[in-house]
């Protein structure tokens, strides 16, 4: 899996942030894709919905694992915009998908958005008894303009 | 704030993680508290709601957010009858809420029930802008003696 074959999947994430902030929510946007196919996608919530769990990886996982088993969540990558936060990472790892391709870095999020709780991910997953691979940034520039343009204050 | 003042929250917690396994999902339990009150309760549901997301802190959660504004959240403490995992300690961070009381520790968890993705939360916690106090174990050994029960052939 070379970065290039990456990069229709995350520019896909990112339109989803897009998409999100136009609604009134955080720009963050996650996809779950097997076979190079994207099987489902979702954007942040939290500011539609009232309520602060409602993250794109989040939304993402739960709508996941009630529609697939977990043997289809085992053959399935999950891309998002922004590296998941602790959180969301817990939750992609309880739903046993076993590889996860970011955008934009953690860090950057926190330079621009303030970075209440940045945790990388790779640190997080690896207390893990099963192993994550985690992968990214991919088009860091394109994700970075997304935040610069949601906190402009930063 | 002693430890026995607590107790009677972690029991009910217990009470709750008791209630989950009856209703054929985990044995956890969470509950929401301000001024010794208890403003929610929760149970964990992943089985009954196809949804590995769905811990009982995370339900707590993300009902607390959509029922109580900030300020009423930085005011509360969240009780649960085993030390939160780490998407249900990032949950708790979102929200905003500035205390965790547990009674079973992540360890005793592991130990019991293979251990699957064991974060203790201080360390987690200690990468956030603002401080979660986190307190436990307490009453470990009616804590332990649920996930006995629970997870018997190990």
Chains 1, 2 share one sequence.
């Not at 290039?4 to 955080?26: K, M, S, V």
């Not at 996982?61 to 936060?85: G, K, M, N, V």
Request: charged share 15%; proline share 6%; net charge negative.
């Amino acid at each position: 899996m070379t970065i290039t074959h990456h990069e229709p999947f995350i520019r896909h994430c990112y339109a989803l942030a897009r998409q999100a902030a136009a609604n009134g929510d955080h720009p963050f946007g996650a996809l779950l894709a097997r076979d190079g196919q994207v099987l489902l996608t979702a954007v942040n919530t939290i500011t539609t919905d009232h309520d602060v769990t409602r993250h794109a990886e989040l939304n993402l996982i739960s709508q996941a694992s009630r529609q697939f088993d977990p043997a289809t969540l085992a053959e399935c990558t999950l891309y998002t915009s922004t590296e998941p936060c602790a959180m969301c990472a817990g939750a992609i790892f309880w739903a046993g998908v076993p590889a996860i391709v970011y955008g934009s870095s953690a860090e950057t999020l926190g330079e621009i958005a303030g970075g209440a709780f940045v945790v990388p991910s790779r640190v997080l997953l690896a207390y893990g008894q099963w192993q994550t691979a985690v992968t990214g940034p991919i088009l860091p520039d394109e994700g970075r303009a997304i935040h610069q343009a949601y906190w402009p204050s930063r």
